[in-house]
């Protein structure tokens, strides 16, 4: 196995989706296999060769037990993340291991029994974005992991495709949290009152409507990176 690269790892707050406002590390890994215009980590694309001991260094340095492997799109290194998750786990079984995900790839089987969630974002408004059952597989093939969707949204449009691949895939709505496409507290709060009103018009009766928590906070980039939070 070839070293991953790595754009940082750093703790912070989960913003987003089934865990949002735990705790937790996050180890971004760089590349990606899509490029969203609205990406908010394009900056992921760059990153340096670490070692597997190293990452696993950092983390246990950082004494938290929630992990979360993001990126760019952290499946395109899953290898490494297998070797983590092995090597931290002979030195505690308290460890929780959350994947961040476009859904877009296929997930070796001995990774998903090791993992606790996968969080799935599409990007179903990307040009080429190509789905795959990726929801259907992993239920068929590791039924026991647990899998959210995260839906970013800016408008009705937006939202009305979002509800389409909903129906269209057979998602479960208590399994989608729907958030607003947005990088500021403005923003966040312009946008908000958009996909309440929805929801309710549409009688979504079972999803669950969010902020994105790690931009209503004052945290910059480098107090991110440096786990000041």
């Not at 989960?14 to 590390?25: A, F, L, R, V």
Request: aromatic share 10%.
């Amino acid at each position: 196995m070839q070293n991953p690269i790595v754009n940082q790892i750093f703790f912070s707050v989960q913003g987003e989706g089934k865990n949002s406002g735990s705790p937790s590390i996050f180890v971004r890994f760089s590349g990606c296999n899509f490029i969203c215009p609205w990406c908010d980590t394009k900056y992921a694309q760059k990153g340096k060769e670490m070692t597997v001991d190293d990452i696993c260094k950092i983390i246990q340095n950082l004494q938290c037990k929630n992990i979360v492997f993001t990126g760019g799109e952290p499946f395109l290194q899953q290898d490494a993340i297998l070797e983590i998750i092995k090597k931290l786990n002979r030195v505690s079984e308290l460890y929780y291991y959350e994947v961040e995900t476009n859904g877009t790839l296929d997930v070796k089987e001995k990774l998903c029994e090791l993992l606790d969630l996968i969080t799935v974002s599409p990007k179903i408004t990307v040009e080429n974005y190509v789905y795959n059952n990726f929801y259907s597989e992993l239920s068929k093939n590791c039924p026991e992991l647990e899998v959210v969707f995260k839906f970013v949204v800016d408008n009705y449009g937006e939202m009305e495709q979002t509800l389409n691949f909903i129906n269209k895939e057979k998602i479960n709505e208590n399994i989608i949290y729907l958030m607003p496409k947005a990088t500021s507290i403005t923003e966040q709060f312009t946008r908000l009152p958009k996909i309440t009103k929805f929801v309710i018009r549409n009688h979504l009766s079972n999803l669950r409507v969010t902020s994105r928590l790690q931009y209503l906070s004052d945290l910059d980039q480098t107090e991110r990176e440096d786990g000041k939070c």
